[in-house]
């Protein structure tokens, strides 16, 4: 360590590491083989929304954005959507809710949603999976 005042400190650390194995990389499908998707993003936080777009929009995916469940319900009644990615916790109804809702609707019942939360409760991930919303938990603002 070294210290000088009004310039402050420089730590140095350092970790002996062995010899680390080579792993074969994975099989992936080329993006190009993928068609892109349009996906309604449901999410109420501007800083998600951002990630959300900027993912599947680099992925060559079409994501609309819903800020509320009650939005998404009338986005998705009036458009086509090959997913949905759900923000659990909205403003409003919940999207637990909105979930339940578009079930309801003919059209939509096999319409693939993905619950996004950073919440981790036990009582949260039963309520999304009564209403047939699988999870992906977040670590980004909720």
Do not use: W, Y
């Not at 609309?64 to 409003?92: C, H, Q, R, Y």
């Amino acid at each position: 360590m070294a210290s000088r005042r009004g310039e402050g400190a420089t730590f140095t650390l350092e970790i002996p590491f062995g010899h680390g194995i080579a792993r074969p990389v994975q099989d992936q499908l080329p993006m190009d083989v993928l068609r892109p998707l349009t996906v309604l993003v449901v999410e109420d936080h501007p800083v998600n929304q951002a990630v959300a777009k900027g993912f599947l929009t680099g992925r060559g995916h079409h994501p609309v954005i819903a800020e509320t469940g009650e939005a998404a319900l009338d986005l998705a009644s009036k458009g086509s959507f090959d997913a949905v990615l759900m923000d659990v916790n909205l403003p409003g109804i919940s999207g637990i809710e909105a979930t339940r809702r578009l079930r309801q609707v003919s059209g939509l019942v096999a319409l693939p949603i993905i619950g996004v939360s950073a919440h981790a409760q036990a009582a949260d991930i039963e309520a999304c999976l009564v209403a047939d919303l699988p999870r992906v938990f977040s670590s980004i603002c909720d």
